[in-house]
Structure formats: C-alpha cells, structure tokens
C-alpha cells in the first residue's frame, strides 16, 4: 500500500496544509503515534492525555511536494466525547487507532469511523491503526484482533489500514505518508478556503516554517 | 487606652492565654513606628471581637479551653506594649476598616489581589483593605485546633506551672526584653519544641544536627521517606506477598483516600483496590456510623497517625498522615483534591452521577485523572508552601519588566480571551483578567499541579486545548483552556532542555489562554504567537528566561551575612508569597520536608483557634525559628540551631525591609485589567 510510485510531476514547489484527527479509546496510544511521528521519541510511562494536544509536522513526498499536518491528538475518555465534533469537523483526515491486544477497542474505532463517515466532511481520509504491535511480536498470545479480521473490515468500510507500534516506530511513518499521498493534493486548498477560511486547509507557495509574522490585533 | 484595648483583648478572649503571649511577645520592633499607635486600637479591637466570633462558632475540639474560667485581664506590661502595637497592628493603621463588613465566609475562597481591583498596593495606609484581608485569613484557619502546639500550649497556661514549653515559644528576643528572656528560656529550653511530626523526621537521623548535615542520603533510615512515593509493588504471587504489599503500605507516611458514600473507592494514592478494599470498608463504616448518629466525624488519631475526614456531597475524602500536620492543614489538602474532581467533572454532573445511582462508580468519569490527584498529594506529602499558605508565587522582575508584558498581553488579547498568564516553572509572571471576575490561588493551584506536576500536559510536546472547571471561578461549567510551552533554556529548543529546577523538572515557561468559547482555539493560538512574537521583540522573553534560570535567591542573597537558613513571607493582601532558594541548607527532598515540616508547626501555632498569637519563637535541638503574624503579613522563619534570637529577630526585620522595598517586583499587584 505504502508502495505506490509518486504521480505528481508538476513543476514546481507544492506545499499543503491537512487537519488530521486522532480518534479511539483511551490507552490505546494515540499520543505515542503522534509523539512518534512528530518527534520520533517513545515514553513507555505516558500519562493521559488531558483535554486534546495540537502539533505539526511537515512530510516531504517527493522532491517537490511538501505536506503539512496539523494534528489534533483527542483524550479517548468518554467524558471529552461531547468535544470530538469541533476537531474533526473541518479534518481532512483521520486516524482511528485500537489497541491490537484489546478486543473491545476495535469496536470503540468502528463506532468512531461510523461517526466519522456520518458527520465528518463527506471526503474525509480515514485510516485504521492496530497500535501496540510491538506486545504481539514478543507475545503473540497477547493478539485479541487478527490481522485479516481487522484488514477485511478496512477493506469494507473503506479504510487505510496499518499494524503499528509507536514504540519500535513501525509503520508509524508509513501510515502519515500513506494517508499524504491519499489527499487530494490538487483541489484541497481552493476546497477548503472557500468553505473555512480560517480553519481550513491553506496552499501557500511558500517553504514550510517561514509563515507567521502576521500579528492578532483582535 | 492601650490599657483599655488590653483589657477588653483579655475579656473577649475567655481567658488569659493569648494575652499572656502577647504580652510576653515583643514582635521584633520598630518597623512601624512611624504609624500613630491611637488610630490601631480600634483596629485591633475590631480584630480581637472578630477572633471572639469566629471561636465561639467553632464546635467541640478545644473544649477545655471553654471550660476554663474566664481570668480577669492581665496588667499590661509597659515595656512591651509599645512594641505589641507597632508590632502588631498599627500597620492596619486606621478605622476605615469598619466601612467594610467582615466576611469571614469568603475566607475559603479568598481571591487573590490579582483579582481585586481595588487593591492596588500593600499601603500601610490604607487600613480598611489590610485589616479585611487579615480578617479572612484569620477566620479559616481557626477552625480546628491542631494536635500539637495549641492544645498544648493551653494545657500549659491554663494553670499549671509545668514548665510547657509553649509559653515560651512565643518569646520574641529583641534588645529590651533580651535579659529577661534569657531567665525564662533558661529553664525549659531542654523542652524544646518537638512536634510529632519533627519527632517522626528526626527518628530518620542520626546527626546531631540535621539542619547542618549533608550527608543523610546514604542513612539507612532516611531510605523510608525517599521510598514514599515508590509504587508497591506487585510481588510474584508467592506465599505472603500479600501482607508484603501492605506492609508496604502501611508503611507510608500519608495516604489520601477517595470514596463514595456508599463505599467505593474513587481515588487512593497507594497500593490497588484489591489491597485496600478492607481499609475502605472500616473507614466507611466507622463514618457512616457518625453520619447516622448526625454527628459528623472531623477525624481521629490512631497510633500516631492523624486521620481526617472531609464530607463532600456524596464524596468521603480522607487523609491519613504521620507527618504531623493539624486538621486545618490536611483539611487544605483534602479541599484541594476536591477541587480537582469538580475541576474534572463539574459540580452539576458530580450531583448528577450520584443522584441517577448512589452505587455509581466515579472511576469511570474520572478516569485519567489519577495522575492530577496523585501530583496533588505528592505534593502534599512532599511538603507546598504554596498549600500551606494557600498563596502564590511570582517570578521576581522589576516593576517595569513585568509593566512590559501586561501591555504586551493587553494590546494582544483577542476578543474571546478571559484569562491570560505566563507562569515560569509555577511562579506566575503576569495576568491579564476582566475587571469583572477574579482568579483564585485554588484554581490556580489545580492548573500549575496539572502543567508542572503532573506530566501528562508537558509530554505531549505540542499546544494543548484543556476544558476545565475552575472551581473558585464557577463550579458549574467548564472553561477552555490554551496552554503553549517555552523553553526557558537559551536559544531555539522545544520542549527539552538541560538546566533544571530545584525539583529536577527542566523549566519551562507556559502560556496560558483561557477562554469560555470552546471554539476559541485558533483565536487563542493567534494571540499567543502575537504575545511570543511580541515579548521576544522587546525583549521580556529574555528578561523572563534569565530570571527563570537564575532561580530564586539565597537567603544570605537577600540579606548579607543573615543567621536565616529559610523564610516565607505571604503578604496576606496579595495572596502571594515570596522565599528564597531552598539552596544550600534545604537541598535534599528530606531536608525540604523537614524544614515544611518546621514551617507547618509554626503555622499551626499562630493560627491556632483561640491563640492570638502573634508572634512565635521557637528553639529546638535543630534550629531556632519564628513566625511572626499581623493583618498585613505572615513572616515565618529559620535560623541554625547556634544562632541567636537577636540575630534572629534581626533578620526577620530586615527580611520585611527588603520585602517591602522590593514588594513591586516579588508580588504581583494589580496585574493587568481590561
């Protein structure tokens, strides 16, 4: 999946900015992906998330295409459910992440992709993420959820799909460049100005990092 | 009429133990001697008649002192008198206070100045605010008398000639009365002040003079308290593991339980539910027996370990300590602790959970919270001035430096902004708030735990957007807020950084944007790249930085060659305190909770119901110290065991000097209003 060959050849730079949302229960590991991601760093003792973590990290496709996410990294405890609509309401994508040791996260991540597919925009990228694969590499015993289970319901719902772990990194960089290459580079920006001006996605035709200086005069 | 003032003092107090220790107590002298002793008098009658409301409303623990016959006033020394005065009240200074009704029920929730506008500076002129802060503060703390100290102290004075040692404690060494000190201390300095809690410490040392020793890392003993905050540990399931467990778990020094009325646990610091469970359940039942009898239980002392009980709606909040705090103090913790369960959940949800099903399991609700409560106890247990003293701490900037950052803030707040702060490593830098609505020291106790104690914020590594109930503000709804973090170490650098605290926590600066509008993210997140942008430009960020890293002074910084090992200084009006580096005597966190430990003695003392204590000296093997008391300030402080009371006294005065010299640059005053 992550193979696929870079179409865009377009002359010059491209830069584009997605909202990505992370969703499922809690401890499953949603901040350790980002962490990973964003910072390639791993705590094993990591307390909850409180509230929800914003952060940003750039990917670079290809020579000439540059991504930006702005990521919204949600608490799974139920109590911040009543919150989740306002992050993932203007997301481009998302990631819905279950825990591949426990059994009943993966019925908390369906019941979040049907919202997603249900209120979410209407072209939303989700991507299903097996978290902790690095606890069944040592212990297979440990796996409550299959590889094929899980992958045949992607399939069906129309999911990306990946097995992670945060901790050794695995496929941690390939499931953001997967959901990057799946994006739809050409036509997201004008989209999303048009609908949110504010919030949205922005395509500047600037290098990432040398925006800003325009100070609030609310 | 000073002699009037003694005598009605004397009559309203029910007996003559407070007068004894003030008369005996010359405060260290003549820092106000430029205010005319006339106008403080009926200041301090005023204050006497509030003591006298406020102790008879209390119930049941001092009963003996009830008992006892009211003694018909003592003669006023002439030599101290002069001094008692300017000591003590005449900073209060004038009747103004009168205007001003006494509240006493707001003492809980005490704003801080930087939310009362009307304050505007610690005046000593200006009699009516001082003297009503000093009103509040004093009215809480009356509530229950501690185990130590105050009892004691009663015990002594109310008759008998035993030599306690409490009647002396209260001496103040000052020049004038110095000889006649000397007599009296002679005999019973041997009965110095030993707290349980000072006594439990000590059994962990083996140096003559803890205060002095450095080297009480590799004391076997010494093991026990750095082991307070270790998990137990679930043993392999050998024969006996269990009562391994709780061996372990008896054998720290504070717990704090949570449970629901009906007796399920919520929240408990040490050890798993499993191991627990038969505690929760004697301690449900041995409250519930007192609720049914409507006769609710405050707490009780078992084996040397203090339990006390905190009923809170449907919620049972209990601690259960061996460091010798009274029932004030853990009282403060339990509050705080509850605080943070409505912070999580709401005060209306709260009810609601319980209303639908008693049974409800709180668990659920709260989960991932854990880490904030067990923060707030481990702060607790560690030992808060800031707890203690329910006051804050500010970064120490010159008065203009800190003019900078409000007008940087108020020229970049967006319309949707409530609250704005910069906060270094817990020590609050500036505010930005309503002229309408105040910020408590409780609420921003819970939000400096949740950023700098607990982790689970900081190691996220990004900007944060954290609904939250602020208890003081409004206990019925949530506000939101934005929470980014500066690195206080030099250069670029996000999150990580090299030089650390006292604690051992790197520092860091947070920005912090509260908001009511739960869609207010993008507008704050503007505003604080605004307020970054704009204090890296004219300079603050550096001024901030390089007053974060140089940390806070020494004591001999502050005054040259001073005896003083440590001090807190909490201007009552402000709600803030000031102290210097626990560097280089306090440097250990056994040392720390030894000296908090000192510090919490000499609290309870001076704020013991029916005391009127307003200045108290205190000699023990380890050290020589002093708390020192008036409408305006609370001044406790620490000398080494060789120091004497003169230099003591000397030092405190000088430390009010410098206090007050430097007051625009230790204290917050005012803050920024829009």
Redesign the interface.
Known sequence: MTSRVSTGTRPGARFAQFKLVLLGESAVGKSSLVLRFVKDQFDDYRESTIGAAFLTQTISLDDTTTVKFEIWDTAGQERYKSLAPMYYRNANCAVVVYDITQASSLDKAKAWVKELQRQANENIIIALAGNKADLVAEHPDKRAITTSDAEAYAREAGLLFFETSAKTAENVRELFTAIARKLPLEQAGARNMRSNPRQGVDLRPEAPGTQGGGACNC | MVHDNEGSAAASDGGNTPIDKRDTSPPPAKIESDTAIDETVPAVRDLQQDFQVSATSQSGVSSTIHAEEPRPPLPARSGNLDLLQEGNYSPSGSLQRSRKPVRPQLQSTATTALSRTDINTLSYQDGSRDTYAASAETTPLSKPVGLFGSVKRFKGLGGSETGDSASVKSYVPTSETGGDVESLLGEVLSASQQSPAWKLLSTQYETPNPFDAADYEDDEATVEFYQEFDDIRQTDPDVGSEEQQLAQWQSKRKHFLILSSAGKPIYNRHGDDNLISGYIGIIQTIISFYEGADDQLGGFTAAGTRFVIMSQGPLYLVAISKLGENDAQLRVQLEALYMQILS??TLPTLTHLFANRASTDLR??L???E??LSALADTFTRGSPPTLLSALECLKIRKSQRQVINDTLLR????TLLYGLIVASGRLVSVVRPRKHSLHPSDLQLIFN?LFE????K??????????CLPGFNKNGYLY?YVSFVSASEGEGG?SSDDCNESGKPEEIAILLISAK??S???L???R??VV??LDKNGSMSIIKAAVRRGRPTATDIIPGTVLRHFLYKSKGNVQFTMPSYEPHFTTMLARRRLLSLYHTLHASVHAKNAHLKVHHCISRESISLAWVTPLFELYCVAGPHASRNALAHSANKVVQWVRREEERVFIIGGAIF
């Open positions: 999580t959940l659920r609700p989960q991932g919270t880490p904030l970049t707040k967006c319309d949740m607990a982790r689970g914020v190691a996220g590594g990004g900007e944060n957007w954290i609904p939250l807020m999150g739960k869609e993210f993008y507008d997140r503007k505003m790249d605004a942008e704009q």
